[in-house]
């Protein structure tokens, strides 16, 4: 219903008690890895920011149902998933850019971000780890607590994981998704049709290895266009 | 007369049973219906598959994909600069409010915070997108009730609010003007009182369709008590802003979320109220919007009296470089909920972004709500829950 006194609300959610804190999200964490046990396999915190928890894949449906039932996180937000795997066609920006950066990087003092070696080999990289190239990741939120949590789960080589269709409804496209782009099966969702794609389309294009062709036949210039004028190409031949 | 009786009966029963066969096969074949690709009320190339038993519905199944254009793979060959180009064009209606919510979450992981100034730019901007996004639609669920003339108006007032986006930005749907750190550019001169009176022009919109539409009986026979989610169905389901507002969600993000309340959006620096309705029927979505339009407004002019000076950017180093980490951020879009996860490996470009929608997650209510609903307000209820195809088909 609408809140009566609209100066109320807004000062509410800047200082108001229910503002996200880092208590609420510590203390969350500890109920969940007491609650799902075993199922819990690791946690990030984030303190006043968010909260990303990865669960065993036989734990995935099983969670989702445990977040929603008991512990109210009614609102789905998405199912999606991740592929760690590094691109085997490189970074797309072309060699002349990278040229660029090193200079400008050895001349600036903005030097300290993470470079590109950080990348680590095989496995899950990001904030609660992992073994396995693909990942699903999902998020929900509750709306009394304004608390959201990120879920993380492995995907082996079976690429299937179960569904959460029966908690949440507003999974079943979201799955479907995440199947036609990454091949991940979702067990206990019988439709898995092809969502934005054809039907009869062929590989699983946000794969890493699944080459993005427009860039791989000619290679973006990156950030200042370096590509020469057609008439400046051969200053001999113009003259 | 005993034979003629005979004859009666067995002719009555012959009929009878011919008669049953013919609605038996009738009701057994049912009849497929397509909606679309190209039909006007899909507002682009949705297609709806409906499987009819007469006039109701029995299954509903949309199609879509003939607009995707696979932004979350081109987003991961480009450099964050370069991806807000791209991500203008998922909800072409108001292209600004798309950059701000991907801008926050790069900001995030380089641990940048935009200016004061920008910030407030930013929500003015903001609204005005949302201005321009839901007038539209307030003029456009009248022509899928078959009422045309609202939706001139619609396009004739929105034009006052484009043109001041536009002053600004240099482009009336594809702005590409938010930046990490701040913005382009300020605003020209004399633009704050010129949009002062183009927000009046938008009041008087909404009054007039108010008074056009919402005492209207068709209107409200066409509306009222179409479509109802129930509070709980429309969460499970993800779906939100206006639509979940409907449904006596009192969920906000503008209020609720800490990027609305001066993380990245000054919506703590003015009063507003977060409209809600009970019912959760098409009426209550159009009526919650209008509402919307009239807050926003209220929003733009508070934020054109108090713009604090100040620069407009951070400092940014000139290359950017996001550093490694994962970031989601969803902010209060005309359409809903929209957040970019974003995940970067500390290069130029992002590793993985994960674009939620806010018309995907509303539209995959569609094979629930319309089953059991008649043809026409098929229509009815497909507009009221109000999608743009781009921000579905990404």
């Known amino acids: 219903m609408p809140s009566a006194d609209d100066t109320q609300t807004a000062d509410d959610a800047e200082t108001g008690s229910d503002t996200p804190t880092d208590e609420a999200r510590e203390g969350l964490l500890a109920i969940l890895s007491d609650e799902l046990g075993d199922a819990l396999v690791a946690s990030h915190l984030k303190p006043g920011d968010d909260l990303w928890i990865r669960v065993t894949n036989e734990s995935w449906s099983d969670t989702a149902d445990y977040l929603r039932n008991r512990q109210r996180f009614r609102f789905f937000d998405f199912v999606s998933a991740i592929d760690w795997m590094p691109s085997p066609y490189g970074r797309s920006l072309s060699a002349a850019v990278d040229d660029q950066l090193a200079e400008a990087e050895a001349t600036s003092d903005e030097a300290a971000v993470a470079s590109e070696d950080a990348k680590t080999g095989t496995g899950a990289d990001g904030y609660t780890g992992g073994d396995t190239r693909f990942q699903v990741f999902a998020r929900v939120y509750n709306l009394t607590t304004r608390l959201g949590v990120t879920l993380k789960a492995d995907v082996d080589e079976s690429m299937s994981i179960g569904t959460w269709i029966n908690t949440y409804p507003g999974a079943a496209w979201q799955e479907r998704e995440a199947h036609e782009m990454f091949g991940i099966t979702f067990t206990g969702n019988a439709d898995m049709r092809n969502i934005y794609l054809p039907g009869d389309f062929e590989g699983n294009p946000l794969r890493k290895d699944y080459p993005l062709m427009a860039r791989l036949v000619k290679p973006w210039p990156g950030i200042v266009d370096v590509e020469p004028m057609p008439a400046t190409e051969n200053p001999e031949d113009a003259s | 007369m005993t034979a003629v009786n005979d004859r009666e009966q067995l002719a009555y029963i012959a009929s009878q049973a011919a008669d049953a066969r013919v609605n038996l096969e009738l009701e057994a074949e049912g009849m497929t219906l397509n909606i679309g690709p190209q039909h006007p009320a899909t507002h682009g190339t949705l297609r709806i598959v409906l499987e009819l038993d007469g006039e109701q519905v029995i299954k509903a199944d949309p199609v879509m994909g003939y607009m995707h254009r696979g932004y979350e793979k081109l987003v991961e060959v480009r450099t964050y600069p370069q991806v807000t ?246 902010t209060e879009n005309p359409l809903g909920e929209m957040g970019y996860y974003v995940i970067s490996q500390g290069g130029l470009e992002p590793f993985r972004v994960k674009i939620r929608s806010a018309s995907f997650s509303n539209m995959s209510i569609t094979p629930w709500l319309l089953q059991g609903t008649y043809v026409p307000d098929v229509i009815t209820i497909l507009a009221s829950l109000y999608f743009i195809l781009g921000d579905i088909d990404r």
Not at chain 2, 100 to 122: D, G, T, W
Not at chain 2, 185 to 203: R, S
């Open chain 2, 85 to 330: 180009t791209l991500i203008n064009r998922i909800d072409w209606l108001s292209g600004f409010a798309n950059e701000v919510p991907f801008i926050l979450a790069a900001e995030k992981l380089m641990e940048i915070e935009a200016p004061e100034r920008a910030k407030h730019i930013r929500t003015l901007l903001f609204e005005m997108s949302r201005i321009a996004n839901v007038t539209l639609f307030l003029g456009d669920m009248a022509v899928q009730l078959g009422a045309v003339s609202p939706v001139f108006y619609a396009f004739r007032d929105r034009e006052y609010v484009l043109n001041q986006i536009e002053a600004v930005t240099g482009g009336r749907f594809h702005p590409n003007f938010d930046r990490i750190g701040g913005l382009k550019d300020d605003l020209p001169a004399g633009w704050i009182e010129d949009t002062k009176v183009a927000i009046q022009k938008i009041y008087d919109f909404c009054d007039e369709m108010e008074d056009l539409l919402v005492g209207n009986e068709i209107f409200q026979a066409r509306t009222r008590g179409i479509g109802i989610i129930p509070a709980d169905v429309a969460l499970s389901y993800g779906l939100s802003g206006a639509n979940a507002r409907a449904s006596g969600i009192d969920w906000d993000l503008r209020r609720d979320s800490d990027v609305g309340q001066g993380g990245g959006l000054a919506y703590d620096k003015v009063d507003f109220k977060v409209w809600t309705h009970p019912d959760g029927d098409s009426f209550a979505r159009y009526w919650v919007r209008l509402q919307e339009t009239r807050e926003a407004c209220s929003i733009v002019e508070q934020l054109l009296d108090t713009i604090p000076s100040g620069p407009i950017m951070a400092k940014v180093p000139r290359i950017i470089k996001v550093a490694e980490g994962e970031a989601y951020v969803a």
